[in-house]
């Protein structure tokens, strides 16, 4: 059964080397898949294809700058129309010249795919020198990301980065940071004592938030007779989101999340409120990481 995209080798892949001990994460600085086991320096870097090709070859070889453990992987079609696909003894041998591992993943239409290392990389061969700040920013990537957001081979999508993630945790920190002045401002004109608001509470207005998204000219703009905010400062968005570099996030400003309402003070825009709807999740899940 042929496949349509190379996205599709991505899972069973993944699962493959999930069984080996390896945590994946996929699209990590252009690697289709990377993965990272205890105890091992290097990382285990796959390109994959819908087909063996000069391109897929090529990359290979670029990606052994960056660690010996290189696979390039390709779908076996079953079809023994495909000539180029089922020359399989020439090409493990060009891989295994040239120290690249040689993976075929086999489709079926009622039951699991199979997967079958042809050939391993040859890991004595010594790394380039010219690769080890690429590594080192490779292997930062992989750490600094929260979870496995992203599906290897993946092309003209928005990739979940670590980057975006920070800039997530930094928007709920915001919007967090907004709801409970809102909800401050309120208690002073009801002649409520200012309480510390409770996660709870603040879920609840968070939530109302979220429902008003699309209909009003900021996520910020308080209700009839409720004092406007004066936003947030980087300060204590960089201690709320545990992000150190908040404040260039917010100067920058590179996904038009946040806005200056005067000097130090942000506020976050309908963008941002949009983002943190629909990676939701991720905001989630990077946020309690990085309370940990």
Known sequence: MAIRHETELYAPLKVFFEQQGYVIKGEV???????VKENEEQPLIVEMKKSFNLALLLQGVE??????????????????KGAVNQRWGELSGLCRRLGL????????????????????????????RSGGRRRERL????????????TGGSTGVKLVTA???????????????????????????????ADPTTPAEAGVVGRAAERRVGRTATPTSG???????????????????????????????????????TRGRYILTTAGAAALI???????????????
């Open 63 to 80: 990606r052994l700058r960056l660690s010996p453990t290189v696979y390039l992987a390709v779908e076996r079609v079953r079809d023994k």
């Open 278 to 292: 629909e990676y939701a999740a991720i905001a989630e899940t990077s946020a309690a990481r990085g309370e940990r």
């Open 139 to 150: 292997l930062l990537e992989f750490r600094e990301r929260s979870g496995d957001y992203n």
């Open 163 to 193: 980057y975006r993630e920070k800039a997530l945790r930094v928007a709920l920190a915001l919007q967090a940071a907004e709801v409970e002045a809102q909800l401050s401002a309120l208690r002073q004109q009801s002649g409520v004592a």
């Open 29 to 35: 600085r252009t690697c289709d898949l990377v993965g």
């Open 223 to 261: 209700t009839a007779g409720a004092a406007k905010p004066a936003g947030i400062s980087p300060a204590e968005l960089r201690k709320r989101s545990g992000v150190p570099n908040a404040a260039l996030m917010l100067q920058h400003n590179y996904y038009g999340w946040f806005s200056r309402v």
């Open 101 to 128: 591992g040689l993976i075929t993943v086999t489709f079926y239409k009622t039951k699991p795919p199979v997967v079958e290392v042809l050939v391993l990389p040859d890991e004595t061969l010594p790394l380039q």
